[in-house]
């Protein structure tokens, strides 16, 4: 059974940066396409970035591109998103995902394992 563990997130001010990590407890992370995504309140859940372990591709959203690193370190079994200059709107719960079989980054029904969830809060 793969579990997902996010930690990191907070409350910060506009501007100010975060890394969100995520613990994979399976054995095969290092076969685990991994995904980040994001649910504000009242809104649907949202891609963020995306990193493939078999190309090695990274994928991001518009709004991620330049301010957001999806980065993995297979020897830790962990996925992380580097967050700068955050801004109120990227408020939100974010979600890790993992899964062995992806044909669309960008899409959260091709991911099999979802974590809890780590709360973004940023003031402005």
């Known amino acids: 059974q793969v579990q997902l563990v996010e930690s990191g997130g907070g409350l910060v001010q506009a501007g100010d940066s975060l890394r969100l990590s995520c613990v994979d407890s399976?054995?095969?992370?290092?076969?685990?396409?991994m995904g980040w995504f994001r649910q504000a309140p009242g809104k649907e859940r949202e891609f963020v970035a995306a990193?493939?372990?078999?190309?090695?591709?990274?994928y991001y959203a518009d709004f991620s591109k330049g301010r957001f690193t999806i980065s993995r370190d297979n020897a830790k079994n962990t996925v992380y998103l580097q967050m700068n200059d955050l801004k109120p709107e990227d408020t939100a719960v974010y979600y890790c995902?993992?899964?062995?079989?992806?044909?669309?980054?960008?899409?959260?029904?091709?991911?099999?394992?979802w974590g809890q969830g780590t709360q973004v809060t940023v003031s402005s």
């Open positions: 399976g054995y095969t992370f290092s076969h685990h396409h």
């Open positions: 990193a493939s372990w078999r190309d090695s591709s990274i």
């Open positions: 995902a993992a899964s062995l079989v992806v044909t669309q980054f960008e899409d959260a029904d091709d991911y099999e394992y």
